[in-house]
């Protein structure tokens, strides 16, 4: 079974600054990788997703994340953080064979001007 | 509008009264699944199905049921609610083509 490690519980960044917010996973098998967001008192809205082809995925927002195989890494980067991207992310892996989708325990993103 | 659409949005209960959360999805999507969220926890998977009558149990599946009737709807079942089951509930839908789950705008549930 795959899991998911999110490194940073809570990452505090001044608003305009880049930010990373990292994401480890562990399978034995070939995975499709996922970022979530969600805006308080929300549900969760899909970021980015890497399914196969480029590495490099961009998303809604301005975020973009690089599935890196050899680290078993897809970490979410965004170049210019504003105020509104103050949410708590998740990422999540689903084995490609299957449907069931295993989250991290999320990150909390806190912009400050 | 594609959505997944959960009632109630709020939920204040006693323990032990049998309670449904309704989940209704208008994508005709085959999977369907539940989730429960708490601090410092994430979310983790109640039950999920992969299509009408086909239902299995994910992480946490104690003291819930669900039913897949049709291919639109999934309810979750609480039938006799603890306290520890006050939490954020979600429930979330899927493709074959696995585009990202959809996700309801969730349940908060207070079991007193």
């Known amino acids: 079974a795959q899991s998911v490690t999110q490194l940073d519980s809570q990452v505090p960044v001044f608003e305009e600054a880049p930010v990373e917010l990292r994401c480890n996973y562990s399978s034995s098998v070939s995975v499709y990788l996922f970022w979530y967001v969600q805006y308080p008192n929300q549900g969760l809205q899909l970021l980015l997703k890497?399914?196969?082809?480029?590495?490099l995925v961009k998303g809604i927002n301005g975020f973009e994340a690089e599935f890196n195989k050899s680290q078993t890494s897809f970490h979410l980067r965004k170049p210019s953080v504003h105020i509104s991207d103050t949410a708590e992310y998740f990422c999540?892996?689903?084995?490609?064979?299957?449907?069931?989708?295993?989250f991290g325990k999320g990150t909390s993103l806190l912009v400050t001007p | 509008e594609a959505q997944v659409t959960q009632n109630p949005r709020y939920l204040i209960t006693v323990t032990g009264k049998k309670l449904t959360v309704t989940c209704s999805q208008n994508m005709n999507h085959e999977y369907m699944s539940w989730y429960r969220q708490d601090p410092g926890l994430g979310l983790r998977q109640i039950y999920y199905?992969?299509?009408?009558?086909?239902?299995d149990k994910g992480d946490v599946p104690e003291g819930y049921k669900v039913s897949r009737k049709e291919k639109r709807n999934f309810p979750l079942i609480l039938e006799s609610p603890s306290p520890n089951q006050t939490s954020l509930y979600f429930c979330?839908?899927?493709?074959?083509?696995?585009?990202?789950?959809?996700f309801g705008s969730g349940t908060r549930l207070t079991v007193v």
């Open positions: 999540a892996v689903s084995e490609n064979s299957g449907y069931a989708l295993n």
């Open positions: 890497y399914l196969s082809g480029s590495t």
């Open positions: 979330a839908s899927s493709d074959r083509e696995r585009n990202g789950y959809t």
């Open positions: 199905s992969m299509n009408v009558e086909v239902t």
